[in-house]
């Protein structure tokens, strides 16, 4: 077998196991390595491109070849092989120098990858993670359905064997990015007899093919993040299973945490000064002095003081991530934080804000109506990646033990469960 390995000058090459030994550079080495990335490497990557998938692809790629987009991943498969502590070392350089364009592969890198490391087979892994941790591959993720939202598990999607394929049948919806991916993470029932949690399956599934219809939801940003996805007679291969047959609710949960954690605390790290329409990070607090600045209320004692409360809580949800504690805590802190930063630049408008189109700028990347867009699209925060009230039911039940909300008991075939 082959492995992907970087030389001291970061240059991604194809060697054999025989032919050379992966050495692990110090923290002290690492660190100029990651240093020299976002003071060189990135500017010269995005120079000149147009685009934000474009951009997206490009530093996406800058990042694969200087051998840091999958750090923690096995060398075979185009990681480091490296450690918890040089993760953490790029984790506290990349902070505010991520492009936000990068979040066109959140869902791929973020959730989707992480979740094919560690529940798929050898053949997936090697299909998959290399495209799609340098960006040549965009991914989706299709959980909700309309009548399965907070409540995963009861979702109707089906899968059927056909030979050495699966026939997909249902509706997915809420699914960000879907119009540019060429795959996505699957959940569909595969088993109506068993209870609901037991009967699912985690595929990943080709999205071009007649199968798949996506349908853009436009949003009151004006802008259409995400999708309805309908699926007549889609087809899967056989083997492109993640974890076992029916046994897909164990992959879908390690998925669901890797999303709160990029959702939560992880979306912190790309709050850059640059002024993008593009993902769920909350409003840099910097960007909010600058504005009380403009619109001549950085004096007024309550503006100030909101503007502390917001610098605290950029902190602390940086702190959260630094811990490593419960997803939930940091998605959740995350929708706070996001909410008041928003609230606050509403405020600075006045009753303008929803049609906010001040000139912010002669930076030919500035948008006019930035702050108009987060002050609607803050309100997303509370439900991607799990509502705040199954976020905390999440830490009641799993964290605290506390009593399990009623419901039917577990072992009720699905099959025999109340619908909607």
Known sequence: MSVYVWSMQAQLRLVSHEEQKVIAPTLAEFNDEVRTFFESVSPRALDGVDGRLNRAKAWRRALFESGLAAIDYPVEYGGRGLGSDHLQVFT??????TPREDAAFGIGVGMAMPTLRDYGSDELKERFLVAGLSGDEIWCQMYSEPGSGSDLAALTTSAVLDGDEWIVNGQKVWTSGAQHSQ???LLARTDTDAPKHRGITMFVLPMDQPGVTVRPLVQMTGVSEFNEVFLDDARIPRSWVLGEVNGGWSPAVALLGHERRKTGTGSMDGASQSRSKAGRSPLPVAQLIELATQS????????????????SGESIVGW???RGLH???????????GRAAADLAARLAFPASPAWGADLG??????????????LNCRGMSLGGGTDEIQRNTLGERQLGLPREPGPERDTPFKDLPKN
Do not use: C, M
């Open 320 to 322: 959260i991530g630094s």
């Open 92 to 97: 506290q350089l990349s902070k505010g120098k």
């Open 362 to 375: 002669e930076e030919e990347n500035e948008i006019d109506d930035y702050f108009a867009y987060h002050v």
């Open 327 to 337: 997803p939930s805590i940091g998605k959740l802190w995350r929708t706070n934080q």
């Open 296 to 311: 001549g209320r950085a004096k007024d004692p309550l503006v100030r003081q909101d503007l502390a409360r917001l610098y």
């Open 183 to 185: 795959f996505a993470i």
